[in-house]
Nanobody
Framework: QVQLVESGGGLVQPGGSLRLSCETS????????IKWYRQAPGKERELVAG????????NYAESVKGRFTISRDDNKRTAYLQMNRLKPEDTAVYFCNARFQELDGRVYEYWGQGTQVTVSS
């Protein structure tokens, strides 16, 4: 059974930090690219950060560059999102996504249930 379980969200003051975790099971984690998305109320889900398999490359939304860091630990089957210098506009539900595409084009994609991050004084 595939599971992605996010944790680490909560209420933090502007300028503070949080570290989100995405613990996984039920699939070959090391083969999958991992992305963090977020969705604020009334807005579309947006890509925040991604890390490829083997940590070959990472990418970030412009709005979080220099503040957020994505990482992964294949031995623990877990991905992380370190969020520093948080702003009220970072308030959203954060989702973990795992995606793998076979050579024949088949795509395997899984989502977590999300964790709420609220940045407010």
């Amino acid at each position: 059974q595939v599971q992605l379980v996010e944790s680490g969200g909560g209420l933090v003051q502007p300028g503070g930090s949080l570290r989100l975790s995405c613990e996984t099971s039920g699939f070959d984690f090391y083969q999958f690219g991992i992305k963090w998305y977020r969705q604020a109320p009334g807005k579309e889900r947006e890509l925040v950060a991604g890390v490829s398999e083997l940590r070959l490359y990472t990418n970030y939304a412009e709005s979080v560059k220099g503040r957020f860091t994505i990482s992964r630990d294949d031995n623990k089957r877990t991905a992380y999102l370190q969020m520093n210098r948080l702003k009220p506009e970072d308030t959203a539900v954060y989702f973990c996504n795992a995606r793998f595409q076979e050579l024949d084009g088949r795509v395997y994609e899984y989502w977590g249930q999300g964790t709420q991050v609220t940045v407010s004084s």
